[in-house]
């Protein structure tokens, strides 16, 4: 699976952006999905994930109540809507596929296979 993550840039705090991350390579729904945030000097974690079906989402708790994951397998996309942006927040942003069966999603970086190149979100004070 090949992975294009595209939709970042440089916003105020209290605004909004939509990441899209594009898959190419093998059967988009067949993966569960994730997004990902490396700020600098800071470890890579967790943001999002959604099942393969798109029926079941998990957020971190910093980010619960202003992001939203979704996903159109028909459009071999998923997004992740950003809402009422901090400034923490800023970091590269990356999309990421793992095989799955149902309703099963992940949180851990390790269970994830493919990875997309990043984009950058940086959110101004």
């Known amino acids: 699976v090949q992975l294009q993550a595209f939709g970042g840039g440089l916003v105020q705090a209290g605004g909004s952006l939509r990441l899209s991350c594009a898959a190419s390579?093998?059967?988009?729904?067949?993966?569960?999905m994730g997004w990902f945030r490396q700020a600098p000097g800071k470890e890579r974690e967790f943001v999002a994930a959604?099942?393969?079906?798109?029926?079941?989402?998990y957020y971190t708790d910093s980010v619960k109540g202003r992001f939203t994951i979704s996903r159109d397998n028909a459009k071999n996309t998923v997004y992740l809507q950003m809402n009422s942006l901090k400034p923490e927040d800023t970091a590269v942003y990356y999309c990421?596929?793992?095989?799955?069966?149902?309703?099963?999603?992940?949180?851990?970086?390790?269970?994830?296979?493919?990875w997309g190149q990043g984009t950058q979100v940086t959110v101004s004070s």
């Open positions: 990421s596929a793992a095989y799955a069966r149902g309703s099963y999603y992940y949180t851990q970086g390790s269970s994830y296979e493919y």
């Open positions: 959604i099942a393969r079906s798109g029926g079941s989402t």
């Open positions: 390579g093998r059967t988009f729904s067949s993966y569960a």
